[in-house]
């Protein structure tokens, strides 16, 4: 994953990180928070939370980030996993698939490896991520914007539905294969 863009200086963005840890100490999160330069409305920052970090990091340009910048620019948080890898497939396999009813514990069919650890993951966001973003740039919590990738896109749509307020818009994304959505 190329991280040269966020030690740019010549951009109308500067990142920084940090790290946290799940709850139970399995899974490692990098969040990486693109802060304008330009001045916060009063009441906050608009929020961009970012879902598969890493691959959404590898993703941005810097054009991106000046169309960004030509309006009320949002505060970026791109929400991935302590790897170089632009995918973290077990990390995110838990993170994204809910618990099935009556299942305590619960493996993916594919892969054996642990899952159903989207409720957790929604309360990490909400109680950990969110105040230590909010720590700092200051957030407008009535203007936070989810973005996710197919996969984290079902988690995306499966939590909104089930609590329309945690964030004012969902923007679930298809990938781009040689022309044709996935």
């Keep these: 994953m190329d991280r040269s863009l966020l030690q740019r200086q010549d951009l109308p963005y500067r990142f ?3 790290q946290l840890d799940s709850a139970d ?7 990486w928070i693109g802060k ?3 001045a916060p409305p009063p009441q906050g920052y608009p929020v961009l939370w970012m879902l598969d970090g890493n691959a959404a990091i590898g993703a941005l340009d810097p054009e991106q980030l000046k169309r960004l ?6 505060l970026l948080v791109a929400v ?3 790897t170089p ?9 838990y993170d994204y698939t809910p618990q099935q009813p009556g299942q305590a514990q619960q493996q993916d069919p594919l892969t054996g490896q642990p899952s159903g650890g989207a409720q957790a993951f929604l309360q990490l966001l909400r109680e950990r991520m969110r105040p230590a973003v909010a720590a700092q740039a200051p957030i407008d919590t009535a203007q936070q914007t989810l973005w996710a990738t ?9 939590r ?3 609590s329309p307020r945690r964030f004012a818009t969902t923007l679930p994304r298809a990938l781009r294969c040689g022309g044709a959505t996935a």
């Design 150 to 158: 197919p996969m984290a896109a079902c988690w995306c749509c499966r």
């Design 80 to 82: 991935g996993y302590q």
């Design 160 to 162: 909104c539905s089930a």
């Design 25 to 31: 100490g399995q899974r490692h999160y990098q969040l």
């Design 85 to 93: 890898l632009r995918i973290e497939r077990n990390a995110r396999t």
């Design 16 to 18: 920084t990180s940090l």
């Design 36 to 38: 304008p330069l330009q």
């Design 69 to 74: 910048d030509q309006g009320q620019a949002p």
